[in-house]
Structures are given as structure tokens and as C-alpha cells.
Nanobody, 123 residues
Framework: QVQLVESGGGLVQAGGSLRLSCAAS????????MGWHRQAPGKQRELVAV???????HYADSVKGRFTISRDIAKNTVYLQMDSLKPEDTAVYYC?????????????????WGQGTQVTVSS
């Protein structure tokens, strides 16, 4: 059973920093894409930052220059360092991954989501 386990988040003042972590656990899987989305109250879930299958990174325009996604391949973990936080960054942050999972003698792709972690930025 593969799952994504998130940690981090919390309450911070505007201008502050937080770091989120997301670890993929289980067996017989390979990571294709892994990153972070967020959903603010009354808004649609949106992509924040992601590692693509090519190993490159992509950021939402709203977080470029402030957020940094990194990873530890050996630990199947991605991190999101969030600096210069703004009140509009307040949202539930979700880790998301597309994984190839072994199924018998074949591999199949699946999307996984973490449980979500609240980030609140006060003004």
C-alpha cells in the first residue's frame, strides 16, 4: 500500500517561513511526478510547485521567487520551503504524486494525494 505522508504547516506571520515535507511510503513504486497543490477556502485547488518526470521544476507564478521545491530521491521525499509568506498563501496544502506501482509483472500509473496540511499566514 503506497501512501503520501505530509508534515509541516502551521500558523506564521506575513513575511515568515514554513517548510513542508511529503514522503511516499510503501513498496514497489517509482515516482514520475511529485509536488504540491493548495486549496484556499472557496477556491479551486491549484498547482504550487512540482518536480516533473524529467526532474525539472515548475512553479505557479504567484510563488516564484518565494517558494522552493526540493527532494531527497533516496527518501522518496519532497520538500516545499516557503519564504516571504503572504496572507494570500493561506490554504490547505496537498502533496500529490503520480507513481508507477508494480502490479504482478507489470507497472501501472496511479495518482496519490496526501491528507493535506493547513498553512495560515496572518497579516
Amino acid at each position: 500500500q503506497v501512501q503520501l505522508v505530509e508534515s509541516g504547516g502551521g500558523l506564521v506571520q506575513a513575511g515568515g517561513s514554513l517548510r513542508l515535507s511529503c514522503a511516499a511510503s510503501g513498496s514497489d513504486f517509482r515516482i514520475n511526478v511529485m509536488g504540491w497543490h493548495r486549496q484556499a477556502p472557496g477556491k479551486q485547488r491549484e498547482l504550487v510547485a512540482v518536480f516533473t518526470s524529467a526532474g525539472t521544476t515548475h512553479y505557479a507564478d504567484s510563488v516564484k521567487g518565494r517558494f522552493t521545491i526540493s527532494r531527497d530521491i533516496a527518501k522518496n521525499t519532497v520538500y516545499l520551503q516557503m519564504d516571504s509568506l503572504k496572507p494570500e498563501d493561506t490554504a490547505v496544502y496537498y502533496c500529490n504524486a503520480n507513481l508507477n506501482v508494480r502490479s504482478g509483472f507489470s507497472w501501472r500509473g496511479y495518482d496519490y494525494w496526501g491528507q493535506g496540511t493547513q498553512v495560515t499566514v496572518s497579516s
